[in-house]
């Protein structure tokens, strides 16, 4: 029973480690690029839900690429779009884009290499191929 207990413990020792190895605390970076695809992705699950007004289909395309400077464009045009306030999930995503143009600008603007200023790729983005499953 003892060799078994102290197999246990280790094991729980190793794995506290690995957990301990993987929360380091957030770079700006990091927050930048989750945030964005966060967006990202809400973005994309508004387009498909049935529930939303019709507006949603008029918001300017929302693919935000941190490491293109025309996201900065992007995220002041889909912010400052004037129709669909009264749909909550267009208000929270203006709320999130407008938060992260916030952080990129201010907070991270010393932190973020920005590697092209090609807007067109920010309109028509150049997708991964779907792996089969």
Same mark, same amino acid.
Do not use: G, W
């Given at each position: 029973?003892?060799?078994?207990?102290?197999?246990?413990?280790?094991?729980?020792?190793?794995?506290?480690?690995?957990?301990?190895?993987?929360?380091?605390?957030?770079?700006?970076?990091?927050?930048?690029?989750?945030?964005?695809?966060?967006?990202? !992705?809400?973005?994309?699950?508004?387009?498909?839900?049935?529930?939303? =007004?019709?507006?949603?289909?008029?918001?300017?395309?929302?693919?935000?690429?941190?490491?293109?400077?025309?996201?900065?464009?992007?995220?002041?045009?889909?912010?400052?779009?004037?129709?669909? !306030?009264?749909?909550?999930?267009?208000?929270?995503?203006?709320?999130?884009?407008?938060?992260?143009?916030?952080?990129?600008?201010?907070?991270?603007?010393? =932190?973020?290499?920005?590697?092209?200023? =090609?807007?067109?790729?920010?309109?028509?983005?150049?997708?991964?191929?779907? !792996?089969?499953?």
């Amino acid at each position: 029973k003892l060799p078994t207990m102290k197999m246990l413990l280790s094991l729980i020792v190793l794995l506290s480690a690995a957990l301990l190895a993987n929360t380091a605390p957030p770079t700006c970076y990091s927050r930048v690029l989750s945030l964005s695809k966060e967006i990202t !992705e809400s973005f994309k699950e508004l387009q498909t839900s049935k529930a939303v =007004d019709s507006c949603v289909e008029m918001l300017p395309r929302l693919y935000l690429d941190i490491h293109n400077y025309c996201v900065l464009a992007k995220l002041r045009e889909f912010v400052a779009y004037p129709r669909c !306030e009264r749909v909550l999930e267009v208000s929270e995503l203006k709320e999130k884009a407008r938060s992260l143009y916030t952080i990129m600008i201010s907070y991270c603007r010393r =932190d973020l290499v920005f590697l092209t200023d =090609d807007c067109n790729a920010l309109e028509s983005p150049i997708l991964p191929p779907i !792996e089969p499953s």
